[in-house]
């Protein structure tokens, strides 16, 4: 069963940074594209940054400069470094998988439980 397990969300003043990690496991083949989605209170829930095999990177507008996703597919890992951080990227952070190939199936859309960022003014 694919499992994606976030960490590394937390308190931080303005203009502070934080690293997110997310690890997929289940043995897993291949994964087309990993990414993070962030939801605030009251919000819907928005793209933040996604990666995909090929290296073909998609940033939300707000975080453009301040944000770098990177992945590393040897260990179905994605991270975003997260600097310059302002009150409004106050929100819960999710992972999310697509296009996963397991040795037995293929599966689209995971998300993980989620990890809270906190940006103090």
């Known amino acids: 069963q694919v499992q994606l397990v976030e960490s590394g969300g937390g308190l931080v003043q303005t203009g502070g940074s934080l690293r997110l990690s997310c690890a997929a496991s289940?043995?897993?083949?291949?994964?087309?594209?990993m990414g993070w989605y962030r939801q605030a209170p009251g919000k819907q829930r928005e793209l933040v940054a996604t990666?995909?095999?090929?290296?073909?990177?998609v940033y939300a507008d707000s975080v453009k400069g301040r944000f770098t996703i990177s992945r590393d597919s040897a260990k179905n890992t994605v991270y975003l470094q997260m600097d310059s951080l302002k009150p409004e990227d106050t929100a819960v952070y999710y992972c999310?998988?697509?296009?996963?190939?397991?040795?037995?199936?293929?599966?689209?859309?995971?998300w993980g439980q989620g990890t809270q960022v906190t940006v103090s003014s």
């Open positions: 999310n998988a697509d296009h996963i190939a397991t040795m037995t199936s293929i599966g689209y859309d995971y």
């Open positions: 990666i995909t095999t090929g290296g073909t990177i």
């Open positions: 289940g043995n897993i083949f291949s994964i087309n594209a």
